[in-house]
C-alpha cells in the first residue's frame, strides 16, 4: 500500500508565498516522475509542475518563473514552491508520483487527496 500525504496549502494574500509538500510512503521501491496538478472549481485538472527522476523539470506556462518544483528522494518527497501567487492560482493542489512497489518493471500511478490553495486579492 502506497500513500501520497500533502501538507502546505492556505489561505495567502496576493504577491505571497507557500510551499506545499508530498510525502510517499509504504511499499515503495523506486519512485519516477513526481509532479504536481491543480484543479479550480469548474475546471478540468491541469499539470502544473512535473519533475523527473534524474532532476529534469517541466512547468505550465502560467506559473514559469513562479513557481519551483524540486523533491528529495532520501524523503520521498516532493515540494512545490510558488512565489508571486496570483488569485487565479487558487485551487485544489494534488500530487502524483509513478511508483515501482517491487522488483519487476510495472509502476503504477498514486494520487494525494488534495491541499486548498487560495489567493485573495
Known amino acids: 500500500q502506497v500513500q501520497l500525504v500533502e501538507s502546505g496549502g492556505g489561505l495567502v494574500q496576493a504577491g505571497g508565498s507557500l510551499r506545499l509538500s508530498c510525502a510517499a510512503s509504504?511499499?515503495?521501491?523506486?519512485?519516477?516522475?513526481m509532479a504536481w496538478y491543480r484543479q479550480a472549481p469548474g475546471k478540468q485538472r491541469e499539470l502544473v509542475a512535473g519533475?523527473?527522476?534524474?532532476?529534469?523539470?517541466n512547468y505550465a506556462d502560467s506559473v514559469k518563473g513562479r513557481f519551483t518544483i524540486s523533491r528529495d528522494d532520501a524523503k520521498k518527497t516532493v515540494y512545490l514552491q510558488m512565489n508571486s501567487l496570483k488569485p487565479e492560482d487558487t485551487a485544489v493542489y494534488y500530487c502524483?508520483?509513478?511508483?515501482?512497489?517491487?522488483?519487476?518493471?510495472?509502476?503504477?500511478?498514486?494520487w494525494g487527496q488534495g491541499t486548498q490553495v487560495t489567493v485573495s486579492s
Open positions: 502524483k508520483a509513478v511508483i515501482r512497489t517491487d522488483v519487476s518493471t510495472r509502476q503504477y500511478q498514486y
Open positions: 519533475i523527473a527522476n534524474g532532476g529534469n523539470t
Open positions: 509504504g511499499s515503495i521501491f523506486s519512485i519516477n516522475t
